[in-house]
């Protein structure tokens, strides 16, 4: 005797998911059988989104008040765009920039840093991703660069060393690269107060290392302004 499957209530909201994905995919010409769809429940995606919009971003933003820093969205509105992860578990996350004011209008090739800082959250956990550059001129002399690329401290998250040709009259650049990421869970609801905390925390240590990354771009010839980035290094990006 046959017997009667029961539609559980998740399946109107999950195969509607999935047939909105599959309609933006294919209207997007990214259908195909290789195709990725994300779907999650709608009800936790909101919930989320609300948190980053009413509670995490403004908390972001008033983590800046006073500094010489600014937070930037990289957005026309001045809004984190929001965006989800592919995770077994929902997932939101937005990106913003890091700068001090008066380096906000300046091209990205023509500040001697890049501060990009990445927020996950989910209903337990969250985690943060910090990805730094530091730009130094082509023509500075590769063996004062050791301190950076041979430092033992950073084994096991060693620094990326790559070169970018020079746009319109601007010379090419050296970039060295780092990043670092931390997050925790919980058992219970994610105390966004606590996120907030780590990452009002580690800001602080940025702050710091781009003061030091200014003012050794003032004489990269200066062996006391690359110690002092190098020190700061070693504590926003360990290797552990």
């Not at 060693?158 to 060295?176: A, F, N, R």
């Amino acid at each position: 005797m046959a017997t009667r499957r029961t539609k559980r209530p998740q399946d109107d909201w999950a195969h509607a998911e999935l047939d909105n994905a599959i309609a933006q995919a294919r209207k997007a010409g990214t259908w195909s059988n290789e195709a990725t769809i994300l779907i999650c429940d709608p009800s936790c995606r909101e919930e989320l989104v609300r948190w980053i919009n009413e509670r995490i971003w403004p908390g972001v933003l008033r983590m800046f008040n006073g500094t010489e820093l600014v937070p930037d969205p990289a957005s026309a509105d001045g809004q984190p765009q929001i965006r989800q992860e592919g995770m077994s578990e929902t997932s939101m996350s937005f990106v913003f920039l890091m700068r001090r004011l008066e380096d906000a209008g300046v091209e990205i090739g023509e500040n001697p840093y890049f501060c990009r800082i990445t927020t996950q959250c989910r209903r337990r956990s969250f985690f943060i991703q910090t990805d730094f550059y530091l730009h130094f001129p082509e023509s500075i002399d590769m063996a004062r660069l050791k301190a950076l690329l041979g430092n033992p401290k950073f084994v096991g998250n060693p620094p990326k060393l790559s070169y970018e040709t020079g746009h319109g009259d601007h010379p090419g650049i050296l970039i060295v690269g780092f990043n670092f990421g931390s997050g925790c869970g919980y058992e219970g609801m994610l105390p966004l107060e606590t996120m907030l905390a780590e990452l009002a925390e580690h800001v602080n240590y940025l702050r710091r290392l781009i003061r030091a990354v200014r003012q050794l771009s003032t004489d990269y010839d200066s062996e006391p302004h690359l110690r002092a980035v190098v020190r700061e290094l070693e504590k926003c990006f360990p290797a552990e």
